[in-house]
């Protein structure tokens, strides 16, 4: 498993912070780390990618998509250039996520943060499902998705987007993506469970 970060150039001065901050919380993390973008992270930088997929800029759903279809991964983890670790990762929980999406096939997506948290919580306590028609139960925040999953959502938002702002997002943004993302996952049979501690604790740089 890989945690994938779509970004661009526009968004280039997150980069090093981002590093930065996954190096000091989660120093040992075991997954890739791998950026989309149009342009290469700089190498003066002691702190490096593991991998950087070239692309053109053609938006945030666009760009993931550009990496999910050549790779036959089953799970990845999507974090955002701006969505910075502040905090000790939860990797245990990180790996009770992945067994359970492992085990239980109809699990398209694992929301590690709480935004929002589970609508319906199970006896563990610490995660539940998110029900249908939840706000932003598609999130940018820390998640383990279903590749499959993932990339059928994604290719439905660039198949079907509108040529307006109707949703108050340009189509194909990360903010287009939650909204029009969740309103379409109520047609899904996947079920999305989301945790309701932070797992991978991070603040919104919001840059």
Known sequence: MNIIIPSCRNYRQCWEPWLAFQNHWWPECPYRVILISDM??????????HEWFATEDMGFCANLLAWLL??????????????????PVDEYRISAGVMAAMQFRDIGCFRLHPSPGPTTPFESGWHGASDPHTPYRISTAPSIWRVSYLT???????RDKPDDKQYGFKPGTAG????????MSMTFPETILASSVPVIPFINSAI
Do not use: A, R, T
């Open 176 to 183: 287009y993506f939650e909204i029009v993302g969740s309103l």
């Open 70 to 87: 050549p790779h036959k991964e089953e799970f990845v983890i999507v974090m955002l250039d701006d969505h910075w670790i502040c905090g």
């Open 152 to 158: 059928k959502l994604l290719e439905l938002l660039e």
């Open 40 to 49: 290469s992270p700089s190498s003066d930088n002691p702190l490096q990618f």
